[in-house]
């Protein structure tokens, strides 16, 4: 909706797709968005949901996606981009290695076009197109592709006697934490946006906005630490644990504390050529 409707006047938006819809000049004057660095939810849906492999793959780990055919379901949305910055930062596996397929229909994609101008090398195609009317589910369950992470809606892909999940409890965790050790960066999804017909009318909207959303994170962490002795046994050696890996404050708002991870996803659409000029 936020695409085709322009509906809102305050809400969370891919950050992938907002690099693009401001690269592409008709897109860029007809949304006219304001970027507030609150950042509402880690890009880590492709761990989250799991990925599914077909048992046949060869597929053991993330190492094994080299020279492998994997299913999507959106190439160009925020997750998949940092899926790929943890293949090529982890692994040293680029989005050239892999034979990517599509998995969302054109009635649910969020960013048609979006990969009109991919960079060389990069192979990339529609599930449908692989076999007519084709899913990702469909797609893995015959072994047609190798791995895919499904979204629960228009791409869901689901475990059964051909298809597992790749990971196992505390996998996810660990490597996210491996990619925070190495680049400083936790992965980031959406950017809170307004319109700035709004800030415009309203010169202090923005500056309000920043300051009432950070305030509801701290106490969305109060109330968490505050409810965790109902659901934990030792809740404050949790809460360490997860603070040595990813810091006191998971979600940083600003841009100070998330320059480098916007300079990183920047770059990597920038590179897939999803994007034309570096933002």
């Given at each position: 909706r936020h695409l085709k409707d322009d509906a809102?006047?305050?809400f969370e938006f891919s950050l992938s797709n907002l690099l693009i819809t401001r690269d592409r000049p008709q897109q860029r004057q007809r949304l006219r968005w304001l970027a507030i660095p609150i950042f509402l939810s880690k890009a880590t849906m492709w761990l989250r949901l799991n990925i599914y492999v077909h048992v046949n793959s060869g597929i053991r780990r993330l190492a094994d996606f080299k020279g492998k055919r994997?299913?999507?379901?959106?190439?160009?949305?925020?997750?998949?981009?940092?899926?790929?910055?943890?293949?090529?930062?982890l692994y040293g596996i680029t989005p050239q290695d892999i034979d990517w397929v599509n998995g969302r229909p054109a009635s649910h994609t969020h960013g048609e076009g979006a990969t009109d101008y991919l960079a060389p090398a990069i192979r990339l195609?529609?599930?449908?197109?692989?076999?007519?009317?084709?899913?990702?589910?469909?797609?893995?369950?015959?072994?047609?592709?190798?791995?895919?992470?499904?979204?629960?809606?228009?791409?869901?892909?689901?475990?059964s006697a051909s298809v597992r999940p790749l990971f196992g409890p505390g996998d996810a965790t660990a490597i996210i934490g491996e990619?925070?050790?190495?680049?400083?960066?936790?992965?980031?999804?959406?950017?809170?946006?307004?319109?700035?017909?709004?800030?415009?009318?309203?010169?202090?909207?923005?500056?309000?906005?920043?300051?009432?959303?950070?305030?509801?994170?701290?106490?969305?962490?109060?109330?968490?630490?505050?409810?965790?002795?109902?659901?934990?046994?030792?809740?404050?050696?949790?809460?360490?644990?997860?603070?040595?890996?990813?810091?006191?404050?998971?979600?940083?708002?600003?841009?100070?504390?998330?320059?480098?991870?916007?300079?990183?996803?920047?770059?990597?659409?920038?590179?897939?050529?999803?994007?034309?000029?570096?933002?």
């Open positions: 809102f006047d305050v994997i299913g999507v379901p959106d190439y160009q949305m925020t997750a998949a981009v940092w899926m790929r910055i943890v293949l090529r930062q195609v529609l599930a449908r197109d692989v076999t007519r009317i084709a899913t990702l589910n469909d797609l893995l369950q015959r072994g047609e592709i190798d791995a895919a992470y499904g979204d629960n809606d228009s791409a869901a892909v689901e475990p990619f925070r050790a190495k680049t400083g960066i936790t992965p980031v999804n959406h950017v809170l946006i307004v319109q700035e017909r709004l800030v415009e009318q309203y010169p202090d909207l923005a500056i309000k906005l920043f300051h009432a959303f950070e305030q509801s994170k701290q106490e969305a962490y109060r109330r968490a630490r505050q409810a965790a002795g109902g659901y934990l046994l030792f809740p404050h050696d949790d809460f360490a644990r997860v603070a040595a890996l990813f810091g006191e404050d998971p979600y940083p708002s600003g841009l100070a504390a998330n320059r480098l991870m916007l300079k990183m996803a920047a770059e990597e659409v920038y590179a897939e050529g999803l994007v034309r000029k570096l933002p």
